[in-house]
């Protein structure tokens, strides 16, 4: 059985699991793994199933980072500006005209569920997407971009809910298959890592 330590982070999206991670790998000087690549690995392991596997880690931890909802969503709403900032917008333009465009003038009917077509943006941005250069910007290009924009900090703050309620169900709500010892860490403030966060898992 092996006594490597493991350390699982979760948490929803914008909850800074990204910072705590590289906190970790930078101090203890190892490195990390996505969830999908372990749970695969699980799934192959001997005794696994749809749910994941045994416990191949038993010397393990998860650390869950939570934040408080209303701060979470003002996160989430700040980033999917950023993103705007950063020129979302444009790459879905690009990506559309190089994948997407073709394949819909053939009267292929569009399908999000699938690929990298299901990312956040897509879908929601689907009709501003559809207009030629100069429709959108027109006053209607102009408030389909608006609902899309919209439609897309929505659709990010409910996949934070679903992250959540997959954590609860996986993790809290199964007792009778094993899983790590969880612990919760509060990043709700930034100001307040240090003691809420690095201090808390130092002494796990």
């Not at 982070?9 to 190892?30: D, F, P, Q, V």
């Not at 005794?47 to 045994?54: I, R, T």
Request: proline share 4%; charged share 30%.
């Amino acid at each position: 059985m092996s006594r490597i330590p493991l350390i699982i982070i979760l948490g929803a999206t914008g909850s800074g699991k990204s910072k705590l991670a590289i906190e970790i790998a930078k101090k203890y000087g190892e490195h990390g793994r996505t969830h999908s690549s372990m749970l695969k690995e699980q799934k192959e392991t001997a005794g696994g199933n749809e749910l994941g596997g045994p416990l191949r880690y038993p010397h393990s931890c998860i650390l869950w980072l939570q934040c408080d909802q209303e701060v979470l969503d003002h996160r989430l709403v700040s980033r999917v500006d950023t993103m705007l900032e950063q020129g979302l917008v444009q790459e879905l333009i690009n990506f559309h005209q190089l994948y997407n465009k073709d394949r819909l003038s053939t009267g292929a009917p569009h399908d999000y569920t699938t690929g990298i077509f299901q990312s956040i943006g897509f879908k929601e941005f689907h009709d501003f997407l559809m207009l030629n250069e100069e429709e959108r910007e027109s006053p209607e290009g102009k408030r389909l971009f608006q609902r899309g924009l919209e439609e897309m900090k929505l659709a990010t703050r409910r996949y934070a809910r679903k992250q959540l309620k997959w954590i609860r169900n996986r993790f809290l709500r199964r007792p009778n298959r094993p899983v790590p010892n969880v612990y919760g860490l509060d990043g709700t403030d930034p100001s307040q890592w240090d003691e809420k966060v690095t201090k808390r898992y130092l002494n796990k």
